[in-house]
């Protein structure tokens, strides 16, 4: 069965950083797109940042400069670096793997930013 486990969530100062790792299973992991997604209180799910299989990332403009999408196609991984973080960036943080058919979620991981 596919399934995605996502780890690193927990609590944060202001200013502070963390890492995010999504691991894939049941998976290929080359060839499919990666993202992280959030979902803050009473907020929709967002797409946070997006790696492409060739590599090309993109950021939601409000993370853009601060975080940082990667992969290991080897390792079936893939990670986000967060840093200088904001009491906005609070929210359930969700990985997601997919490509056209084909689409699976992690079950989310808490990040929460406050002093």
């Known amino acids: 069965q596919v399934h995605l486990v996502e780890s690193g969530g927990g609590l944060v100062q202001p200013g502070g950083s963390l890492r995010l790792s999504c691991a894939a299973y049941?998976?290929?992991?080359?060839?499919?797109?990666m993202g992280w997604y959030r979902q803050a209180p009473g907020k929709q799910r967002e797409l946070v940042a997006h790696?492409?299989?060739?590599?090309?990332?993109d950021y939601a403009d409000s993370v853009k400069g601060r975080f940082t999408i990667s992969k290991d196609n080897a390792k079936n991984t893939f990670d986000l670096q967060m840093g200088s973080l904001k009491r906005e960036d609070t929210g359930v943080y969700y990985c997601?793997?997919?490509?056209?058919?084909?689409?699976?979620w992690g079950q989310g991981t808490q990040v929460t930013v406050s002093s």
């Open positions: 997601n793997v997919y490509k056209l058919g084909f689409n699976y």
């Open positions: 049941g998976i290929i992991f080359s060839n499919y797109f």
């Open positions: 790696i492409q299989s060739d590599g090309g990332t």
